[in-house]
């Protein structure tokens, strides 16, 4: 089993995917899935033990140390915060998919996109979530 963050490869660690039907005709739909993953992030990084419950039934196993190493890893290592998908990382990605031999015709800034978050940002939802704690690390 290998961490992606200790290989140095480029790497999304959690996302949302829709289709661009729903982002073109439904927004709003979007935007709420994307406020609900925000609240998700700060509930996870306060309630640890909560999200090890979760993630314990989920994976099913009671190995507290795995758990621990588990939580640690995502709440704490790479889970960010403010949910900005990198345009590096998924330049880099698609590179690399490229060099395989997979055949990606879309650049990747058409891949992905933040306006979802960055209306978050935007409109005050992340400081009405995170209180006076700065939710970029």
């Known amino acids: ?44 990084e306060k309630n640890p033990d909560k999200a090890k419950a979760s993630m314990a039934k989920w994976m ?3 190995d507290q140390q795995a758990l621990q190493a588990a939580y640690d890893t995502y ?14 990382a998924v330049a880099e990605t698609v590179e690399l998919a490229r060099e395989s031999g997979s055949p990606v015709r879309k650049k990747p800034e058409e891949i992905y996109d933040n306006t ?3 209306n978050l940002e935007k ?4 400081k009405e979530v995170w209180g006076n704690e700065n939710y970029r690390r």
């Open 1 to 44: 089993m290998y961490r992606l963050i200790d290989l140095n490869i480029p790497f999304i660690y959690s996302s949302v995917h829709t289709s661009y039907k729903l982002l073109r005709e439904r927004p709003e739909i979007v935007q709420r899935v994307v406020a609900a993953f925000a609240e998700i992030v700060y509930f996870v």
């Open 60 to 62: 099913r196993i009671n």
């Open 75 to 88: 709440a704490r290592e790479i889970l960010d915060r403010t949910m900005v998908v990198p345009g590096k």
């Open 116 to 118: 979802f978050v960055n």
């Open 123 to 126: 409109s005050g939802f992340m």
